[in-house]
């Protein structure tokens, strides 16, 4: 199985990453990391946007300006760790996922105007910590859920979360433990 972790956590002591990391110690098979904060991918800006167009109308999907979306295409298992931010995710994960949305690659819509999902995924897993309490999973794992299932056509969308981390009298370590003990009852 070929597993692609997008790994958008930028501190060396990232509780998020320890999460994710006990996640894919269980992953069979090879486990591609993206990470966009070192590849350096920002947003969209008005000259890549003109090239991806281009690409996509001429139908040249082996254009660089989509490998990230062949990429996400092709994987059979996704992991996205996405530290929970000011109500959200780091920026440097919208920027992927602009990346990633690409129409004939990722998903297409039908002739009625609906879309479908061209994914090879069979599973999504969000994981996200943070400090306080998380507020809403709509700007979240709720954004990427959303996709998964009206875009992407990936089935199955697993989410998990550390929450109140910072708050004082916290276990962060047994909270922690709790979240991966979810991950290995789930199988």
Known sequence: ???????????????????????????????????????????????????RDRALAGRNHEHPVLAYARQFAEAEEIVIAGPYWD???????KN??????????????????????????????????????????????????ALCENFYGIPEVLYYKAEGLDLPDTDIEGTLQAVMQQMDAAG
């Open 1 to 51: 199985m070929k597993t692609l972790f997008v790994n958008t956590c930028v501190r060396e002591e990232s509780r998020t990453r320890i999460l994710a990391d006990h996640y894919l110690a269980h992953a069979e098979g090879e486990i591609v990391e993206i990470h966009p904060v070192k590849e350096g991918l920002y947003g969209l800006d008005r000259e890549m946007l003109k090239e």
């Open 87 to 93: 109500l959200s995710f780091p920026a440097a994960l």
């Open 96 to 145: 992927y996922i602009e990346r990633v949305n690409c129409v004939g690659i990722t998903f297409d819509y039908d002739a009625e105007g609906n879309p479908f999902g061209l994914c090879k995924a069979k599973k999504l897993v969000y994981i996200t910590t943070s400090g306080g309490f998380i507020v809403d999973d709509a700007y979240g794992f709720g954004y990427i859920r």
